[in-house]
């Protein structure tokens, strides 16, 4: 349970083609009673570390007492599946960012299904 800054969904589709753009949004409620700085960071967990970041436009806000507020990013979905892990900070009154939450969801790399043969024929034959 976050402190703050409690991240509720990562909206994104279950699934997206290689080269395609993939819309998500990250929803963050502010648990506190008064309004507060917060922002998100979004990984993309996939192949071997490093991993890249996703793109959010704009990563923080001040968010009033008890709202949930939506930040929207993307990312071009690679050859494979991908986890997009997501995190919160909180703006303290000492002028840092502290981490408060984390999340995770999976958006899978469609199969290509398995190759069938749905029409064979010979096309030339000489004999010899």
């Known amino acids: 349970m976050a402190q703050y800054s409690d991240i509720i969904a990562i909206d994104a589709p279950s699934e997206a083609a290689s080269g395609g ?12 009673s008064a309004p507060i700085g917060m922002k998100v ?5 996939y192949g071997v570390p490093p991993w890249p ?10 968010v009033d007492a008890l709202a949930t507020w939506p930040f ?10 991908v986890t997009i892990h997501a995190k919160s900070f ?3 009154a000492d002028g840092q ?10 958006v899978d790399f469609p199969s290509a299904g398995s190759p069938s043969i ?5 096309v030339d034959f000489a004999k010899v």
Do not use: C
């Not at 753009?21 to 506190?32: A, E, G, L, P, S």
């Not at 990013?73 to 050859?79: A, C, I, L, N």
């Not at 749905?118 to 010979?122: A, E, K, P, T, V």
């Open 21 to 32: 753009r993939v819309d998500f949004t990250i929803r963050v409620k502010n648990t506190h």
């Open 41 to 45: 960071e979004a990984t993309l967990e």
């Open 53 to 62: 970041s996703a793109i959010i436009p704009v990563d923080w806000a001040n």
């Open 72 to 81: 929207p990013g993307y990312f071009y979905m690679p050859g494979q599946k």
């Open 90 to 92: 909180w703006y303290g």
């Open 97 to 106: 960012w502290y981490a408060d939450d984390e999340m995770t969801k999976t």
């Open 118 to 122: 749905s029409d064979f024929r010979i």
